[in-house]
């Protein structure tokens, strides 16, 4: 086998948001009077989360609730902001916000089934868990290894080093699956993983140095029989 384990990124590489993050904030905001559109809420909250900085382990929350916040007072704020705040931040701790990836599942339990340890490397926080388990995936993994706890995110090394400790083992035996160019896979590589790029929709076909696969299928055939 010319691996002993398979680390994956987890949103948008093994499972994604039921719609766009701005239709589901837009159908929690609608409850509350607020008529912004979809698209102008996915454009101020794709700004807002990239200029948040590092997860706060210690006030999880209170640092969505900020990006929120700015995203709202951007696009138009919502009355009683807080009550809407605390029912769209529980719509993404489960299946109501979350979906599978159609072939997660089986690839899951085809590597399960050859005996490989399984890992999360996430930036997410810690409603990961309840996530995992209303999506029924939780038990196939080895090690979940979060930004939240570590106090490091992806692309630092040290969360690829915690992720290390974690599964027990050398970077060589580990295989790292990824949908994010610089976060999962070049980063991984930095920490010596061998990082395989997900590419679902090719927007990264430009990238010939790069191992790029378009469904969790093909990480069936790259970890051996």
Do not use: C
């Amino acid at each position: 086998m010319k691996f002993r384990a398979v680390l994956f990124d987890a949103a948008e590489t093994l499972f994604t948001t039921r719609g766009s993050v701005g239709e589901i904030y837009g159908s929690v905001a609608r409850k509350y009077g607020s008529n912004v559109s979809p698209e102008a809420i996915q454009a101020a909250f794709r700004e807002h989360f990239r200029g948040a900085g590092p997860l706060s382990p210690e006030e999880q929350k209170q640092w969505w609730k900020d990006i929120v916040y700015a995203v709202f007072n951007d696009v138009g704020m919502i009355d009683n902001f807080d009550h809407f705040f605390d029912e769209v931040y529980e719509t993404f701790r489960d299946s109501q916000g979350w979906i599978l990836f159609p072939e997660t599942l089986d690839v899951l339990k085809e590597l399960k089934s050859r005996q490989l340890k399984l890992g999360v490397i996430s930036n997410f926080d810690s409603r990961i868990y309840t996530v995992m388990e209303s999506l029924r995936i939780r038990h196939f993994f080895d090690a979940v290894v979060l930004s939240s706890e570590t106090g490091f995110s992806k692309p630092d090394r040290e969360i690829f080093e915690a992720a290390l400790d974690a599964i027990g083992l050398p970077a060589s035996d580990i295989l790292f699956v990824g949908d994010s160019l610089e976060d999962d896979v070049k980063a991984g590589i930095q920490a010596g993983l061998t990082s395989v790029l997900l590419d679902r929709n090719g927007r990264h076909a430009d990238q010939k140095h790069l191992q790029r696969i378009s469904s969790l299928t093909e990480v069936l055939s790259l970890v051996g029989m």
